[in-house]
């Protein structure tokens, strides 16, 4: 059955208006000031923190930075100087920070990529110059290292946090910090090898410096960042290198040993490799054999009742993780934990002039199934994923062409077969190919769009090509902002790659907001923001309405005020409940050892397994102590209680808590605590974890996971303890 694609009269005057915009669009253009040419440095200096090194005043020194919150465009409270070099190896970056109250720097001894609540310095650097992406380094007082990447057009909400980059991309740099009387001291040495960048004789890279005071509230930059402008790359200055430089054809090669015990079981090894390999400076390739995928991270624990739709955990397997933004697009089309248990795994990531390319493939034993949409089905939530017979290969294509500074336009392909035995993949298939765009014009104004089809095969039925889509048009300004989103997706598409939270939907989401910026110690801004939501079925039956007023306070040491007030229509097997809602949170930063959370929620509510309409209060509470610089105790609870009515009988009554204890030895040693307990499952989990970590992809753990259930006389006894351990070394060559 063949489906034409009909866009609606408002989607093409929106791209109409586009293109005659997009001929009076332009960039921002950085001023001399902020044009860097670096240095080479005749030797090394040493990467001690100490910034004693006369070899550092041969460097760009840079001191002009400016305030950005809490007062946009003021002097910073506090000095930094910043000296940069190279040489064919590294660049070479280090910072004088100074304090006028040295003692109330905040810095705490954790483990890499944890640094949560400190003062740090960070270095974004747009190697391609693109305005759309950049490698992220960041060092806290402490010396303790964070590394990440910024997209620029990146897929917010899920896993991502309210501002910053994605830290799940770990590579090896050099860095260490002092502190002392006048504050603290920064140095870095960030290898070659470890970027991706032009394969050209001269290279010019966007960059840009951040400093963070963090009792302060205060974030402080080397380019002025200025609310007028709708973007954070594009207010970037830039660097240029004009001498020999590694261009990172390099080889790296990581094996891994993990093992597992059961209960009384015998201990099971495995063996596993890992290699990356630079085919040019600008073009990597990742390949791997019986992947480590242990989940050392375990997920927050989610309450997982009375749910409609089926939950978000988050990837954590590292194989999956590095190179993800070259895989996003509106719609999450790759979804990598629904690929369970691979062998094997290609992977082929980079950006050859204007045109970014990526590649991944991977071959799994335990596949979900491929499923074709029925009529008389209904939405239920997701279900555990038992044992497979099958096997699938999947596929993901991607290409990417950048058409002028921050838009693009872009492709995407995925491909899952499935089989009984290599020789039978193909007898089951989903397949979903599209395009997709993003474009900044006039300054503010973004639009965006995906335009789907995907087509399915299982060993009874096949579907033929099924269309969806998503456009968005938005514009954001130092006081004003607003957005409209329409999408379409067809009951009967397929993903089976992808995460589609609800399908048979046609969507009209719109969103007026306005910010008052008083920008003082104790008040930052202040955005109220209304939203209306508009939700249509395929048989044209309205099965959502919503209208929502939200305000959001920021201010005193970086605190957050969030408010929403809700009043909407949900359908839910054919009947129409109109609930109203409120939510609220606060978030603070009083102190340095303290930071916290807290959030409330009550209103109408659905219960789902038989329908009808009842009364739902929420409370979550998140802890964050710090007593010791290097000790971290995080605390989180979650209540939910639902009422058949206000103030009548309980449905249900869920507690969930959750306990992480990290405690930090040295800058490479950790010990870990993870408690969990759910008292509606009565259920108890204890993990225990001891880490060693070198660098990047050079580490050994060694653990216990415990799990225990109440009995019908009350006491909690054990049904599972796992010991595990993981050793793996990284050779760069």
Same mark, same amino acid.
């Given at each position: ?94 910072? @004088? ?8 720097? @905040?810095?705490? &001894? ?44 990146? @897929?917010?909400?899920?896993? @991502? ?12 740099? &050099? ?117 480590? $995928? ?26 999956? &993780?590095?190179?993800?933004?070259? $895989? ?11 690929? +369970? ?54 596929? +993901? ?38 395009? /997709? ?10 639009? *965006? ?87 249509? /079925? ?20 970086? *605190? ?31 102190? *340095?050892? &303290? ?13 789902? /397994? ?8 929420? +409370? ?60 509606? /499952? ?52």
């Amino acid at each position: 059955m063949k489906t034409k694609i009909k866009l609606p009269p408002s989607v093409i005057i929106i791209a109409l208006i586009f293109f005659v915009f997009n001929l009076f669009s332009y960039s921002q253009e950085n001023e001399e000031n902020y044009r860097l040419k670096i240095p080479e440095f005749p030797y090394p200096p040493k990467i001690d923190g100490k910034l004693e090194n006369p070899l550092w005043n041969n460097g760009v020194v840079v001191e002009a930075f400016t305030q950005y919150e809490p007062q946009e465009g003021s002097e910073p409270s506090e000095k930094t100087v910043a000296y940069l070099g190279y040489d064919k190896n590294y660049l070479y970056i280090a910072f @004088r920070c100074f304090d006028s109250n040295p003692k109330a720097v @905040r810095a705490c &001894l954790t483990q890499r990529d944890k640094v949560f609540g400190d003062d740090e310095m960070t270095i974004y650097l747009d190697t391609f110059n693109d305005k759309k992406r950049a490698f992220v380094f960041q060092v806290n007082p402490c010396g303790v290292q964070v590394d990440g990447i910024y997209t620029e057009t990146r @897929r917010r909400g899920r896993g @991502r946090g309210f501002w910053g980059f994605d830290r799940n991309w770990d590579t090896f740099f &050099l860095s260490d910090a002092q502190l002392d009387d006048q504050g603290y001291t920064v140095e870095l040495a960030i290898p070659f090898k470890s970027l991706r960048f032009p394969n050209s004789p001269t290279q010019k890279w966007g960059m840009q410096i951040m400093r963070t005071i963090r009792r302060k509230n205060e974030e402080i930059y080397w380019h002025p960042r200025s609310r007028d402008v709708n973007g954070f790359l594009i207010q970037s200055g830039s660097i240029e290198i004009d001498g020999f430089i590694e261009k990172g054809k390099n080889l790296e090669v990581m094996p891994v040993f993990t093992g597992l015990k059961e209960d009384d079981q015998e201990f099971s090894p495995e063996f596993g490799l890992n290699a990356k390999y630079g085919i040019t400076s600008d073009l990597t390739s990742d390949i791997t054999f019986n992947p480590d $995928f242990s989940q050392i991270e375990a997920d927050m624990p989610q309450i997982d009742v009375n749910q409609r739709y089926a939950l978000y955990y988050p990837e954590k397997r590292p194989f999956f &993780l590095e190179g993800k933004d070259f $895989f996003d697009t509106p719609f999450e089309l790759i979804y990598t934990r629904k690929i +369970v248990n691979p062998q094997w795994g290609v992977k082929l990531t980079g950006k050859v002039g204007k045109t970014t390319i990526g590649f991944l493939s991977a071959f799994d034993e335990n596949p979900p199934d491929i499923e074709i949409w029925e009529e008389e089905e209904e939405e239920e939530e997701e279900e555990e994923e038992e044992e497979n017979p099958y096997s699938a290969l999947t596929n +993901v294509f991607r290409l990417k062409r950048d058409l002028y500074s921050e838009s693009h336009i872009g492709f995407i392909a995925t491909d899952k077969e499935m089989g009984l035995s290599w020789n039978s993949l193909g007898s089951s298939y989903n397949r979903v190919a599209g395009v /997709d765009g993003h474009f900044k014009f006039l300054n503010y104004y973004r639009f *965006s769009f995906q335009i789907l089809g995907s087509q399915t095969r299982t060993e009874a039925e096949k579907t033929g090509f099924v269309p969806a889509m998503k456009f968005n048009l938005s514009q954001r300004s130092r006081h004003l902002s607003f957005s409209v989103d329409w999408t379409s997706i067809r009951p009967d598409f397929e993903s089976s790659l992808g995460f589609f939270r609800r399908k048979d939907i046609k969507s009209l989401n719109t969103r007026i907001g306005y910010a008052f910026l008083p920008q003082n110690e104790y008040i930052v801004d202040i955005r109220p923001t209304l939203e209306y939501r508009r939700i249509y /079925d395929f048989n044209n039956t309205l099965t959502d309405e919503e209208l929502s007023f939200r305000v959001f306070v920021s201010g005193w040491r970086k *605190s957050h005020i969030w408010a929403s007030f809700s009043t909407e229509l949900e359908r839910y097997e054919g009947i129409d409940f109109h609930k109203k809602g409120f939510r609220a949170s606060f978030q603070s930063e009083p102190l *340095s050892w &303290l930071s916290g959370e807290i959030s409330y929620s009550f209103g109408d509510a659905i219960y789902y /397994d038989d329908p009808y309409l009842g009364y739902k209060t929420s +409370v979550g509470l998140e802890l964050t102590l710090r007593p010791l610089t290097n000790l971290r105790l995080y605390y989180e609870l979650k209540n939910d209680n639902f009422f058949k009515k206000k103030s009548g009988e309980k449905e249900y009554h869920i507690n969930i808590i959750s306990q992480r204890i990290n405690y930090q030895i040295s800058r490479t040693l950790s010990l870990r605590l993870i408690t969990d307990f759910n008292d509606y /499952d009565d259920e108890l989990y204890n993990s225990f974890l001891l880490s060693w970590e070198l660098r990047p992809g050079t580490v050994f753990y060694i653990g216990m996971d415990d799990n225990q259930e109440k009995d019908e006389s009350g006491i909690y006894r054990g049904v599972g303890r796992y010991y595990f351990i993981k050793f793996s070394y990284w050779w760069r060559i």
